[in-house]
T-cell receptor
Framework: NAGVMQNPRHLVRRRGQEARLRCSPMKGHSHVYWYRQLPEEGLKFMVYLQKENIIDESGMPKERFSAEFPKEGPSILRIQQVVRGDSAAYFC?????????????FGPGTRLTVT | AQSVTQLDSQVPVFEEAPVELRCNYSSSVSVYLFWYVQYPNQGLQLLLKYLSGSTLVKGINGFEAEFNKSQTSFHLRKPSVHISDTAEYFCAVSDGGHTGRRALTFGSGTRLQVQP
C-alpha cells in the first residue's frame, strides 16, 4: 500500500508566478490535510478537505491560496503570485475518516523556493 | 484555541543514555495527543498517540509517553537512545471526541542529537 504521495518534491518559482502542489492520499483515504512548515518552525495547519468539499480552511491565508480535492485525482494546493515569504515545506496528510483512529499519515512534502 | 509548547529546542544526549522530550499543551476541550518524528528532508512519522484509556502510551522504536491531565503534559521518553534516533520530534494535539476539529496543532519541535 503506497503511502501519501506528493509532487513535485522540490519546486522553484519566481516572484509573481503560480505554484501548484499535488497530493495523492493513501488508498482508501478520503480526508486530506495541508500543513506548512516555515524554516525552523513547526507545522501550521492550512486546510482540511474531503472529496469535493472544504471542511476547515481556518489556517489558509485569505488571499492567493486555494485548495481543492476533486472527485477524481489528487488534492491540489494552489498559490497564486508567489512571494518570497511563501518559501516553505508544504506537507499533505491523509486519514481514512474523521472517526477511525484519528491518525494522519504524512507525505514527504514539497519544498517551495521563491526566488 | 489550542497551543503546544515544547520546552527544549535542542536536546543533546550520548548514545545509550535515557532521554525525555517535554511537551505541554493548553486547550479548553478534551484533546488527543501525538508525537511525530521527522528525519532530514522527510515527512513526519507517527511515534505514538493518546486518545483515551491508559495514560502510559507505548510507541514504535522503543519510545513511550505519559499523559498527565493535571499538568497538561505529554512528555516523550526513551530509556536508551541510538544514533539513529537523531531527528526532529514534534508534539501535536487535536480536539478529542467524535465531533472534534481534526486539524493538528504542532509544537515548534525538539531536535534530538545523539552523540557517540
Amino acid at each position: 500500500n503506497a503511502g501519501v504521495m506528493q509532487n513535485p518534491r522540490h519546486l522553484v518559482r519566481r516572484r509573481g508566478q503560480e505554484a501548484r502542489l499535488r497530493c495523492s492520499p493513501m488508498k482508501g483515504h478520503s480526508h486530506v490535510y495541508w500543513y506548512r512548515q516555515l524554516p525552523e518552525e513547526g507545522l501550521k495547519f492550512m486546510v482540511y478537505l474531503q472529496k469535493e468539499n472544504i471542511i476547515d480552511e481556518s489556517g489558509m491565508p485569505k488571499e492567493r491560496f486555494s485548495a481543492e480535492f476533486p472527485k477524481e485525482g489528487p488534492s491540489i494546493l494552489r498559490i497564486q503570485q508567489v512571494v518570497r515569504g511563501d518559501s516553505a515545506a508544504y506537507f499533505c496528510a491523509s486519514s481514512p475518516g474523521a472517526s477511525e483512529g484519528y491518525e494522519q499519515y504524512f507525505g514527504p512534502g514539497t519544498r517551495l523556493t521563491v526566488t | 484555541a489550542q497551543s503546544v509548547t515544547q520546552l527544549d529546542s535542542q536536546v543533546p544526549v550520548f548514545e545509550e543514555a535515557p532521554v525525555e522530550l517535554r511537551c505541554n499543551y493548553s486547550s479548553s476541550v478534551s484533546v488527543y495527543l501525538f508525537w511525530y518524528v521527522q528525519y532530514p528532508n522527510q515527512g513526519l512519522q507517527l511515534l505514538l498517540k493518546y486518545l483515551s484509556g491508559s495514560t502510559l502510551v507505548k510507541g514504535i522504536n522503543g519510545f513511550e509517553a505519559e499523559f498527565n491531565k493535571s499538568q497538561t503534559s505529554f512528555h516523550l521518553r526513551k530509556p536508551s537512545v541510538h544514533i539513529s534516533d537523531t531527528a526532529e520530534y514534534f508534539c501535536a494535539v487535536s480536539d478529542g471526541g467524535h465531533t472534534g476539529r481534526r486539524a493538528l496543532t504542532f509544537g515548534s519541535g525538539t531536535r534530538l542529537q545523539v552523540q557517540p
